[in-house]
Protein backbone atom coordinates (compact mmCIF):
# COMPACT_ATOMS: atom_id res chain seq x y z
CA UNK A 1 0.00 0.00 0.00
CA UNK A 2 1.01 3.66 -0.63
CA UNK A 3 0.24 6.35 1.02
CA UNK A 4 0.93 9.84 -1.22
CA UNK A 5 0.89 13.31 0.01
CA UNK A 6 0.91 16.89 -2.11
CA UNK A 7 2.80 19.84 -1.25
CA UNK A 8 3.47 22.92 -3.52
CA UNK A 9 0.30 24.55 -4.64
CA UNK A 10 -0.04 27.83 -3.46
CA UNK A 11 -1.34 31.46 -5.67
CA UNK A 12 1.12 31.90 -8.51
CA UNK A 13 0.51 34.87 -11.25
CA UNK A 14 -0.09 34.27 -15.05
CA UNK A 15 3.14 33.22 -16.64
CA UNK A 16 4.50 31.94 -13.79
CA UNK A 17 6.44 28.38 -12.17
CA UNK A 18 5.36 25.91 -9.41
CA UNK A 19 6.69 23.04 -8.40
CA UNK A 20 4.38 20.38 -7.32
CA UNK A 21 5.67 17.54 -4.90
CA UNK A 22 4.29 13.93 -3.84
CA UNK A 23 5.74 11.99 -1.27
CA UNK A 24 5.03 8.29 -0.95
CA UNK A 25 4.85 6.09 1.47
CA UNK A 26 6.14 2.27 1.01
CA UNK A 27 9.12 0.81 0.17
CA UNK A 28 8.30 -0.47 -3.34
CA UNK A 29 7.64 3.33 -4.45
CA UNK A 30 9.45 2.44 -7.59
CA UNK A 31 7.15 -0.26 -8.62
CA UNK A 32 4.41 2.05 -9.17
CA UNK A 33 3.57 4.15 -12.17
CA UNK A 34 3.14 7.48 -11.38
CA UNK A 35 0.38 10.53 -12.66
CA UNK A 36 -0.91 14.09 -11.91
CA UNK A 37 -4.43 14.96 -12.47
CA UNK A 38 -6.40 17.69 -12.13
CA UNK A 39 -9.79 19.00 -10.97
CA UNK A 40 -11.17 22.33 -11.53
CA UNK A 41 -14.92 23.22 -9.76
CA UNK A 42 -17.55 22.00 -11.35
CA UNK A 43 -15.14 19.68 -14.27
CA UNK A 44 -14.46 16.19 -13.87
CA UNK A 45 -10.93 15.06 -12.56
CA UNK A 46 -8.35 15.64 -15.48
CA UNK A 47 -5.30 13.82 -16.73
CA UNK A 48 -1.97 16.04 -16.41
CA UNK A 49 1.08 14.17 -16.60
CA UNK A 50 2.49 10.20 -16.12
CA UNK A 51 5.70 8.92 -15.63
CA UNK A 52 6.63 4.77 -15.62
CA UNK A 53 7.82 3.34 -12.87
CA UNK A 54 11.79 4.20 -14.01
CA UNK A 55 11.51 7.21 -15.12
CA UNK A 56 11.97 6.59 -18.39
CA UNK A 57 9.05 7.03 -20.03
CA UNK A 58 6.55 10.22 -19.78
CA UNK A 59 3.45 11.52 -21.63
CA UNK A 60 1.45 14.95 -21.05
CA UNK A 61 -2.06 16.41 -21.78
CA UNK A 62 -2.02 18.32 -24.72
CA UNK A 63 -3.05 21.43 -22.54
CA UNK A 64 0.19 21.37 -20.66
CA UNK A 65 2.70 20.20 -23.08
CA UNK A 66 5.80 22.14 -23.59
CA UNK A 67 4.79 23.72 -19.94
CA UNK A 68 4.75 21.32 -17.34
CA UNK A 69 7.49 18.64 -16.82
CA UNK A 70 7.18 15.42 -14.39
CA UNK A 71 9.93 13.72 -13.47
CA UNK A 72 10.67 11.49 -9.91
CA UNK A 73 13.28 10.29 -7.48
CA UNK A 74 12.89 6.84 -6.13
CA UNK A 75 15.41 6.96 -3.62
CA UNK A 76 13.26 9.56 -2.01
CA UNK A 77 10.59 8.16 -3.04
CA UNK A 78 9.35 11.67 -4.58
CA UNK A 79 7.66 12.63 -7.92
CA UNK A 80 7.78 16.43 -9.01
CA UNK A 81 5.61 18.06 -11.53
CA UNK A 82 7.20 21.21 -12.22
CA UNK A 83 4.58 23.68 -14.08
CA UNK A 84 6.18 26.86 -16.28
CA UNK A 85 3.94 29.31 -18.12
CA UNK A 86 1.35 28.86 -15.87
CA UNK A 87 -2.54 30.13 -17.14
CA UNK A 88 -5.25 30.62 -15.34
CA UNK A 89 -7.58 27.73 -16.58
CA UNK A 90 -4.18 26.01 -15.05
CA UNK A 91 -6.22 26.55 -11.58
CA UNK A 92 -7.47 23.46 -9.91
CA UNK A 93 -6.69 21.26 -7.65
CA UNK A 94 -3.93 18.74 -8.34
CA UNK A 95 -3.55 15.51 -7.18
CA UNK A 96 -0.55 13.03 -6.87
CA UNK A 97 -1.44 9.29 -8.20
CA UNK A 98 -0.01 5.82 -8.24
CA UNK A 99 -0.55 2.75 -10.01
CA UNK A 100 1.22 -0.91 -9.29
CA UNK A 101 3.23 -1.37 -12.23
CA UNK A 102 6.19 -3.17 -11.71
CA UNK A 103 8.40 -3.55 -14.76
CA UNK A 104 5.52 -2.01 -17.20
CA UNK A 105 6.75 0.71 -19.61
CA UNK A 106 2.71 1.39 -20.39
CA UNK A 107 1.44 4.40 -20.01
CA UNK A 108 -1.72 5.18 -17.80
CA UNK A 109 -4.04 7.96 -18.66
CA UNK A 110 -7.60 6.60 -17.10
CA UNK A 111 -7.47 7.96 -13.78
CA UNK A 112 -9.38 4.58 -12.73
CA UNK A 113 -6.24 2.54 -13.76
CA UNK A 114 -4.81 4.50 -10.78
CA UNK A 115 -4.92 2.70 -7.39
CA UNK A 116 -3.64 5.17 -4.78
CA UNK A 117 -4.14 9.10 -4.57
CA UNK A 118 -2.93 11.52 -2.64
CA UNK A 119 -5.46 14.54 -1.11
CA UNK A 120 -5.05 17.04 -3.04
CA UNK A 121 -3.08 20.45 -3.63
CA UNK A 122 -4.73 24.11 -4.60
CA UNK A 123 -3.07 25.29 -7.51
CA UNK A 124 -5.12 29.11 -8.77
CA UNK A 125 -2.98 31.47 -11.37
CA UNK A 126 -3.88 34.91 -11.07
CA UNK A 127 -4.50 36.81 -14.17
Known amino acids: QVQLVESGGGLVQAGGPLRLSCAAS????????MGWFRQAPGKERAFVATITWSGGSTAYADSVKGRFAISRDNAKNMVYLQMNSLKPEDTAVYYC????????????????????WGQGTQVTVSS
Open 97 to 116: AARWSPGYSRIFYNPNEYNY
Open 26 to 33: GRTFSSYA
